[in-house]
């Protein structure tokens, strides 16, 4: 089997894990105080005491983790479009766990969703390969890939703004911004693992460039999931996950370019905006929305 064959498979069980933890994770905000009315310790201390959060929590981190080993295996552009596989495992475990329902054009954004998800599958071309450590490491130096971690920093100033809005738009640029963080992490945890397979475990830590992509990639998973929270209490699941993985669609595919200079034919890229059409479909309507 080939690495990017390999990649695949556990991209599409981390996709799994993470939309379930999601909707576990849904479950358990929805029974704690509104966080934006109560004080942040007394929030954080409230998640502390809720095993079903901590369940759901750590559901999505094993997601998480394996999403950043399928990342060492393929492009950052095959890997992470495949975020939107889960949004099958979301609808159903939505519909059974937390009631909510999808109307016509949610359903519709599932079958797009699905189809592009196996179209990338069977078109998902070789990943790049790097001839040593120095070859990777320099992906992050030049001026695009900055010019990426600018914006990501500049994006983030719309949280406060987002906080304050009404409960789908603000659910809808919280979820956003977490994906962009969320992928910005996982741009960095690319170099992480693929700095582990070019020198192995033992020579990883001593590598200063190591390192810094292991604080980056923890911060902007912390990040994420943060403002993940914030946009499940704001909005539903079926809302907020799915422009979520939306955007982690939509954003690999720049940051792949910017950083890795991946590139993806017509042909394989049009599956990625037939997925992206899919997330729309299920984010922007409000048929996703708890029934009252």
């Given at each position: 089997m080939s690495p990017t064959a390999i990649g695949v498979l556990l991209m599409l069980l981390a996709t799994t894990l993470t939309n379930v933890g999601a909707v576990v994770q849904k479950q358990a905000v929805d029974r704690l105080p509104p966080f934006d009315r109560v004080p942040l310790r007394a929030s954080l201390a409230a998640i502390a005491r809720s095993r079903r959060w901590l369940v759901g929590w750590l559901t999505a981190l094993a997601g998480i983790v394996l999403n950043m080993v399928a990342l060492g295996h393929a492009d950052l552009s095959?890997?992470?479009?495949?975020?939107?596989?889960?949004?099958?495992?979301?609808?159903?475990?939505?519909?059974?766990?937390?009631?909510?329902?999808?109307?016509?054009?949610?359903?519709?954004?599932?079958?797009?969703?699905?189809?592009?998800?196996?179209?990338?599958?069977?078109?998902?071309?070789?990943?790049?390969?790097?001839?040593?450590?120095?070859?990777?490491?320099?992906?992050?130096?030049?001026?695009?890939?900055l010019a990426a971690l600018v914006g990501t920093l500049l994006a983030l100033a719309l949280v406060p703004w987002a906080a304050r809005r009404g409960s789908h738009q603000g659910a809808v640029v919280l979820a956003g911004l977490a994906a962009l963080c969320s992928v910005a992490g996982l741009t960095c945890a690319k170099g992480f693992f693929g700095l582990w397979q070019l020198v192995g475990a033992r020579a990883l830590l001593s590598q200063p460039p190591a390192l810094l992509l292991l604080v980056a990639l923890i911060a902007g998973s912390t990040l994420a999931l943060a403002l993940q929270q914030l946009a499940l209490q704001k909005g539903a699941a079926v809302v907020v996950t799915p422009v979520f993985a939306g955007c982690s669609v939509v954003v690999p595919l720049l940051y792949g370019r910017l950083v890795f200079d991946e590139r993806l034919s017509v042909l394989a890229g049009l599956p990625v905006l037939i997925i992206a059409a899919g997330a729309v479909a299920l984010g922007v309507r409000r048929d996703g929305l708890p029934q009252q």
């Amino acid at each position: 089997m080939s690495p990017t064959a390999i990649g695949v498979l556990l991209m599409l069980l981390a996709t799994t894990l993470t939309n379930v933890g999601a909707v576990v994770q849904k479950q358990a905000v929805d029974r704690l105080p509104p966080f934006d009315r109560v004080p942040l310790r007394a929030s954080l201390a409230a998640i502390a005491r809720s095993r079903r959060w901590l369940v759901g929590w750590l559901t999505a981190l094993a997601g998480i983790v394996l999403n950043m080993v399928a990342l060492g295996h393929a492009d950052l552009s095959v890997i992470q479009p495949l975020n939107g596989f889960g949004l099958v495992v979301l609808a159903i475990g939505s519909r059974l766990v937390l009631g909510e329902r999808l109307g016509r054009s949610g359903l519709a954004g599932i079958v797009c969703i699905g189809s592009g998800v196996i179209w990338i599958g069977a078109l998902a071309p070789a990943g790049r390969v790097f001839g040593g450590p120095d070859e990777l490491i320099v992906c992050y130096t030049q001026v695009p890939a900055l010019a990426a971690l600018v914006g990501t920093l500049l994006a983030l100033a719309l949280v406060p703004w987002a906080a304050r809005r009404g409960s789908h738009q603000g659910a809808v640029v919280l979820a956003g911004l977490a994906a962009l963080c969320s992928v910005a992490g996982l741009t960095c945890a690319k170099g992480f693992f693929g700095l582990w397979q070019l020198v192995g475990a033992r020579a990883l830590l001593s590598q200063p460039p190591a390192l810094l992509l292991l604080v980056a990639l923890i911060a902007g998973s912390t990040l994420a999931l943060a403002l993940q929270q914030l946009a499940l209490q704001k909005g539903a699941a079926v809302v907020v996950t799915p422009v979520f993985a939306g955007c982690s669609v939509v954003v690999p595919l720049l940051y792949g370019r910017l950083v890795f200079d991946e590139r993806l034919s017509v042909l394989a890229g049009l599956p990625v905006l037939i997925i992206a059409a899919g997330a729309v479909a299920l984010g922007v309507r409000r048929d996703g929305l708890p029934q009252q």
